[in-house]
């Protein structure tokens, strides 16, 4: 039988400078999900690449005494390095300067030509050259491009266009379809775009020559984003090697960043028009990695280096915390202290515990080999139904691109699994040799729920996937396979275990913290005597002092969402403070409350609760609070939850 196929793409990126982070991101998210494609038995085209044409590129070089390819071979050099240190598993690696892309690409411009959808004219306008963007006037933001912000230049020369315009009511009536492009909001802020107007779109240059010369007129190069969009199909072999793209196109998920979603879900569908091909099936806008204070910005020079944090805590710790720290939809703020806080407690305590626990109590209770399983009892069914049960919903996740809830579920497993060691208690039923039964099934369940979300896990972090599998003695291709993870009970007993190195050793977060504010790479933390921590922990627990009265207007700035509490601790360094890890609808967000005095933290996990959902990110006390919890106190001055029946990540009106 044919596999299924499944194509997946990642912008090609702009090699005006070395990668960060954000870049980091999107290619982290595209290899997750080829890598979750493939272990389902799919046939997988993953592509990545780099677009090397434009102003902007020619500009660099000549500032740099070099000729441009030879500014992008040292830059590519390194994306290439980078992707093979993050271990992506691209299929393939476009370069626009290689022959195979610019001889293809000169084909598609005579198609759309020669059908009439492109002529020659004039263009008079204003031009953002690091975008490579035209702009009008009223599209600017504060007389700058509304992208990044950077001042425009006016421009005038002579330009072939594309009839963009001819297109607009078959865009908009494709953004308007369901699941074409996502999330909501994107596809909300393209369709009031193209309800503006759709103007002709300029698709080549006079002015410089760095780019692919236009076939019948040499003077002009074909402008970056009728160059850059058609990599999809030509690093298929479109037009003139049609055997691959016959097989892959059109593309399931073209991931891209927000910032290009517009030429993505308007510009290049219109080509494809042109050309009468098919669309693609999905566009996907994600949204940023911002550190304190803004965007990250190669220009601004605060970025991060994903190497250094490689280099520090392994390619699975770094992949897991980008996909399960932030909704994939929606900008999310970097800190070094979230980064090791999310790997201390995911990782380190959830995770590396669980399986360093299990391996020594097998080698301490049963010599080291995978007893029987014939003594049942209560909690294990509760066990088993939540681990062979996750697979579905992480399935159904994962369609959405929705990674964090999807590694929520898994680690769901994890924590029903801790829970059940604390439930069955086997260094108790070991002093009893009665109990040696019961105690060598939950020896057995232990291993079984761990290989189950070893293959979960293994799309996001295939190093512990392999590293978890040696240590319990499962040889890859037996019950390490996609549909494994639904059946309970496939670990063979006699298997024997050995023990290893901690999957993920415990970070002393202070000491690592006044590490990496020394290091450069790693988002320009603050200063070891910044006293802002403090303040604001003042601000939040000082004495209630009468506050300004606001208008109707103040209030409908706040955003109240409902959530459910999964999670809470107490704070390791303030005795009022509890912090709680609350999933709003695909999100979860960690928020710290004050309300220590009043609850335990069994009392809060499983609470509905109602959240201000846009207050400012801020530290107490070091952990970091990305909401608020809201209480009111009654007669007798006890805190209660604000609570409604609305499901979790409901907007509260």
Avoid at 322 to 342: I, K, M, P
Avoid at 362 to 384: A, C, Q, R, S
Avoid at 418 to 442: C, F, H, M, Q, S
């Amino acid at each position: 039988m044919e596999k299924k196929k499944f194509y997946i793409t990642t912008p090609i990126y702009y090699p005006s400078s070395n990668l960060h982070i954000g870049h980091t991101y999107c290619t982290v998210a595209a290899d997750a999900m080829a890598r979750f494609k493939r272990l389902q038995g799919y046939d997988v085209m993953f592509l990545t690449g780099t677009d090397e044409h434009g102003q902007k590129l020619q500009r660099i070089a000549e500032q740099n005494n070099v000729t441009p390819i030879e500014y992008i071979d040292r830059i590519v050099d390194g994306v290439k390095e980078l992707w093979k240190t993050m271990e992506i598993s691209y299929d393939d690696f476009i370069r626009t300067t290689e022959d195979r892309h610019v001889k293809r690409v000169q084909k598609i411009f005579m198609k759309l030509y020669e059908k009439g959808d492109i002529y020659k004219s004039s263009y008079e306008g204003l031009y953002c050259t690091p975008c490579e963007s035209f702009w009008t006037e009223t599209q600017l933001v504060d007389g700058k491009c509304p992208d990044c912000g950077r001042p425009v230049e006016k421009m005038k020369e002579e330009a072939y266009f594309f009839k963009l315009s001819k297109y607009q009511d078959r865009i908009l009536e494709l953004l308007e379809t369901p699941g074409f492009l996502e999330p909501e909001a994107r596809k909300n802020e393209m369709i009031n775009f193209v309800k503006q107007g759709l103007d002709d779109l300029c698709i080549s240059r006079s002015t410089f020559d760095w780019g692919i010369p236009v076939p019948i007129d040499e003077k002009h190069v074909i402008y970056v984003w009728l160059d850059a969009l058609t990599n999809y199909i030509t690093a298929l072999g479109y037009p003139d090697e049609p055997e691959k793209y016959e097989k892959y196109w059109p593309a399931d998920i073209h991931l891209v960043g927000k910032e290009i979603v517009r030429f993505h879900s308007i510009i290049w569908p219109a080509m494809l028009m042109s050309a009468e091909l098919p669309l693609p099936k999905k566009i996907f806008g994600h949204g940023w990695i911002l550190l304190e204070g803004g965007k990250m910005s190669k220009s601004r020079g605060n970025v991060v280096d994903p190497v250094v944090l490689i280099n520090k805590y392994g390619v699975d710790a770094l992949k897991y915390f980008l996909l399960r720290e932030y909704s994939f939809g929606n900008d999310g703020v970097f800190t070094n202290e979230v980064l090791l806080n999310r790997l201390n407690s995911d990782l380190a305590n959830d995770l590396g515990n669980l399986v360093s626990r299990t391996v020594s109590m097998i080698e301490k209770y049963d010599g080291g080999v995978i007893p029987n399983h014939d003594v049942t009892g209560e909690f294990d069914d509760d066990l088993i139904a939540v681990a062979t049960g996750a697979s579905a919903r992480v399935e159904a996740y994962m369609d959405k691109m929705n990674y964090s809830a999807a590694l929520d579920e898994i680690w769901a497993i994890v924590r029903r699994t801790n829970k059940y060691i604390d439930e069955t208690t086997p260094w108790i039923l070991a002093k009893n040799e009665a109990d040696k039964g019961r105690l060598d099934t939950v020896m057995y369940n232990l291993a079984e729920a761990i290989r189950i979300i070893s293959v979960l896990i293994l799309p996001f972090m295939h190093h512990t996937s392999r590293e978890i599998w040696k240590q319990l003695g499962i040889p890859e291709g037996e019950g390490t396979g996609w549909k494994d993870t639904f059946t309970f009970g496939l670990i063979k007993t006699g298997t024997r275990v050995e023990k290893g190195p901690a999957l993920f050793p415990r970070i002393d977060i202070e000491k690592e913290l006044a590490v990496l504010m020394s290091m450069e790479g790693t988002g320009n933390e603050k200063k070891a005597d910044d006293k802002s921590d403090k303040k604001e922990e003042k601000k939040e627990t000082s004495a209630e002092e009468p506050k300004a009265e606001i208008t109707i207007d103040d209030f409908d700035k706040i955003e109240l969402k409902t959530g459910k509490i999964l999670e809470c601790k107490k704070h390791p360094k303030a005795d009022k403070l509890l912090i709680s890890q609350v999933k709003m609808g695909d999100e979860v967000r960690q928020i710290v409350s004050g309300v220590a005095k009043f609850y335990t933290p069994e009392d809060m996990v499983g609470r509905t609760v109602t959240v201000v959902a846009n207050l400012k990110p801020v530290k107490l006390r070091g952990e970091m609070s990305q909401g608020m919890i809201l209480f009111a106190d009654d007669a007798d001055g006890s805190l209660k939850f604000v609570t409604t029946d609305a499901a979790d990540g409901c907007t509260v009106k």
